[in-house]
Each structure stands twice: as C-alpha cells, then as structure tokens.
C-alpha cells in the first residue's frame, strides 16, 4: 500500500510565509508525478502546482511567483514553498502523487494517490 503524508499547514497573517512537505511510503516502483491541489471552503478542489519526475513544473496563474513547488525523489518528497500569502489562499491543501506500485506488472500503468490534508489560514 502507498500512503501520503502532509506536513507544515497552519494560521499565517497575510504577507507571510508557508511551506508544505508531502511524503510518499510504501510498496512504490516509481513517481510519475507529485502535486499541490487545495480546496477553499465551499468551492472545488483545484490544482496549485505540479512537478513531473523529470522537474518538469507547472501552476496556477493565481500562484505564480509566489508559490514554488519542489521534489525530492530519492525521498519521495514533494513541497510547495508558499510566500506572500493572501487570504485567498485559505484552503485545506491536499497532495496528490500519480505512482506505479511496487510488484506492478506493468510498469508504464500508475494510479492516483492522495493524502490526507492539511488546512491553511491566511489572516487579513
């Protein structure tokens, strides 16, 4: 089995800084992939950054240059440094890696995982 664990949320002031750490563990053969969704309260989950397996990064327009999401892949850890933060990025933040398992069959199929959440708070 792979579990996610999420690490670093918490209550910032607006113009502070957040970093969030994601652990992967388990029966793992590879990451395809590691990212940050978050979802704000009453709306829908959404995608904040994602890092391939070759460092390849991508983010939402509303985090660019503020956020910054890096891996380590002999770990198995993702984290999304977040600066600047503003009240709009109040969320519960969930990580999410795409992996094929240890023990898979076939190699090139990967499955969703997610953890478990860790609530951010940006006060004004």
């Known amino acids: 089995q792979v579990q996610l664990v999420e690490s670093g949320g918490g209550l910032v002031q607006a113009g502070g800084s957040l970093r969030l750490s994601c652990a992967a563990s388990?029966?793992?053969?590879?990451?395809?992939?590691m990212a940050w969704y978050r979802q704000p309260p009453g709306k829908q989950r959404e995608l904040v950054a994602v890092i391939t397996s070759s460092g390849s990064t991508n983010y939402t327009d509303s985090v660019k240059g503020r956020f910054a999401i890096s891996r380590d892949g002999a770990k198995n850890t993702v984290r999304l440094q977040m600066n600047s933060l503003k009240p709009e990025d109040t969320a519960v933040y969930y990580c999410?890696?795409?992996?094929?398992?240890?023990?898979?069959?076939?190699?090139?199929?990967?499955?969703?995982?997610w953890g478990q959440g860790t609530q951010v708070t940006v006060s004004s």
């Open positions: 999410k890696a795409e992996i094929v398992p240890g023990g898979a069959v076939v190699k090139y199929v990967y499955y969703a995982y």
């Open positions: 388990g029966s793992i053969f590879s990451v395809v992939s």
